[in-house]
C-alpha cells in the first residue's frame, strides 16, 4: 500500500506524464531549459518533505523541506506550487479526508509558517507579480528578510494565503476547501480510460471553466481569459488538444496553477481509490 | 539530498523516460497493456522495499517487498529485473560503493534470501524460460512450493544466480561484480547532454555490445543476436533510432534485460554524483 506521502508523490509523476497539457511540459514536450526530468528528480527529491506533513510536522516546515528537496535538480522550479496544494491535503488525508477538514486545518495554521512559507522561496526562482505597492515588505521575493513583518503583523500562513487568493490560483484553493482540487478528483474518478489521459482532460476542462493565475502574471488578465476560451472552444468542438498545445507552446501561454491543481486533483483521486 | 533508495526510484523514473530505446515502454511509447505510467507507479511502489534494502534487511526480503509494492499497478512486471540489480547496489552504496563489495555482498545470500526470492514471483507474472529438465523443482514458476527443494539441497540466492547466469543477463551481474552496470554508470558519466538521452545511448551500446537475454527467452538466440546486430550498424551509421525503435515494435523485440541494466547503471551514476 501506498502512503498519502507515496501518492503524492505519484501525483506529481502523474501529472507531468498526463499528455497533452497545452503549454506545460509533459511527457511529450520540453520547455528549453526546463525539461521532463526536472520534474521527476523534482517529485523524488519533495518526497521527505511530504513524509514530515505526513507526520504531523508543522505545515509551513513539511512545505519548506519539501521545496529543499524538489529544487534538487537542475530546471528550476518544477512543483512549488503543486506542493503548495500537496502539503496540506497529505496530512489532512491521515485523518478525515474532505473540504472541511483540509480548511480547518490551513486556518490554523500560524505565523511561523508563513515564515517558512517565505524561507521556502530562497530555494528556487518562483515567477510571482509585484506587490501592491503598500505591501512591499510582504514581497515573498524577500524570502526571510520579510519575516519581521509577519511577525510585527502577526500574519499566519493562512492570512497571506487570504491576501494572495483574489491573484493566485493556488492561495485561493487554500481558502476555498481546495474546492476545484476535491472537484476535478471527482471528475477524474468518473471519467474513463488511463489515468493520464483523464487528468489531461481534467486539465483542459480545468482550464476552460476559469482563468489561469500564471498566465495572468506572465501576461496580463486578456491573455489569461483568451487561453480559457480557447480551451473552452476546443472542448465545445472535441477538437484535437495537440494543436492547442503547439498553439500555448508558441505564444509561451504556460497555465502553470491549472496543472499545480490537477497534481492536487490526482492526489486526491489516487487516495480515494483511483488505480494506475 | 536524495537517499539511495531514493535515487534508485529515481534511477527507475529516469530509464523509463529515457526515449529512445528501442523496442522498450518509454516516455514517447506504450505497449497495448503496459503504459508508462504504469513504470511510474511500479517505481513509487518499489520504494519500501528499497528502503528496507538500505536500512540492512537481508537481500531477500527487501527485493520481495520491493516487487510487491511494484506490483500495485495494473500493468503486470514493469521493474522485476531492475529491482533485482537496484536492491544489491542500494544496500552497497550505503556503505563502500564497488563492484568488489557488490560481489561480496551477493556471495553472502543465504537460503532464506533465495525463499524470498522465490516468493516474490508470487506477486507478478515474470516471463522465464522453461528450466532445464533435471532442474523442474527450480522453477521460478513454481513460487514459494519451490522452497522445500532450496532448503533440501542448501541453495543460497547466489547459488541461484550463478545457475541462471548462462542464460539470464540480471544473474549474470549479479556473478561478476555487476560489471555492466558500472560500465555503463561510467559511460553515462563521460557523455553529454541531458541525462536522459545519455541513457538512450548507453542503453544502444550495451545491446549492441551483448544480445539481450530477455530477448533470447522470447524469441531465440538468433534473433537476440540480430538485434544486437541491428543495434551495432545504427550505432556504426549514427542512424536515427527512432527508426530502430519502431522495427523492434514490429517485430516485437523488447530488450528488457537491457533496459535493467541502464536503470543499475542510472543509480550508480546518480551515486557517484551525476545530476539531472
Request: proline content about 5%; overall charge negative.
Amino acid at each position: 500500500m501506498r502512503t498519502p506521502a507515496q501518492n503524492a508523490e505519484l501525483a506529481l509523476l502523474l501529472e507531468v506524464a498526463s499528455t497533452p497539457k497545452p503549454g506545460n511540459v509533459d511527457r511529450h514536450r520540453d520547455h528549453a531549459d526546463l525539461r521532463f526530468e526536472h520534474f521527476l528528480a523534482g517529485a523524488v527529491g519533495a518526497q521527505n518533505g511530504l513524509q514530515l506533513a505526513a507526520a504531523g510536522e508543522p505545515l509551513g516546515h513539511a512545505f519548506e523541506r519539501a521545496v529543499a528537496g524538489m529544487a534538487e535538480q537542475r530546471g528550476g522550479n518544477t512543483q512549488f506550487g503543486a506542493l503548495h496544494l500537496l502539503v496540506p491535503l497529505v496530512r489532512t488525508a491521515t485523518g478525515e479526508f474532505s473540504p472541511a477538514a483540509a480548511k480547518r486545518l490551513v486556518r490554523d495554521t500560524t505565523v511561523e509558517d508563513a515564515a517558512n512559507f517565505y524561507r521556502a522561496f530562497e530555494h528556487v526562482d518562483v515567477f510571482v507579480s509585484d506587490p501592491p505597492a503598500d505591501a512591499d515588505d510582504l514581497d515573498v521575493r524577500r524570502g526571510r528578510r520579510a519575516i519581521p513583518t509577519l511577525e510585527a503583523r502577526e500574519l499566519t500562513l493562512y492570512d497571506i494565503m487570504k491576501m494572495s487568493a483574489p491573484t493566485d490560483g493556488v492561495a485561493k484553493e487554500w481558502t476555498t476547501g481546495f474546492e476545484r482540487s476535491f472537484a476535478g478528483a471527482e471528475r477524474l474518478r468518473r471519467l474513463d480510460g488511463p489515468v493520464t489521459d483523464r487528468a489531461a482532460q481534467v486539465f483542459l476542462e480545468l482550464l476552460a471553466d476559469e482563468p489561469d493565475t500564471f498566465v495572468e502574471k506572465h501576461h496580463g488578465r486578456e491573455v489569461a481569459e483568451e487561453a480559457s476560451e480557447s480551451a473552452q472552444a476546443y472542448l465545445r468542438r472535441k477538437a484535437d488538444p495537440e494543436k492547442l498545445a503547439d498553439q500555448f507552446v508558441k505564444e509561451g501561454i504556460n497555465p502553470g496553477t491549472t496543472a499545480d491543481i490537477v497534481a492536487a486533483a490526482l492526489f486526491i483521486a489516487l487516495e480515494r481509490g483511483v488505480k494506475v
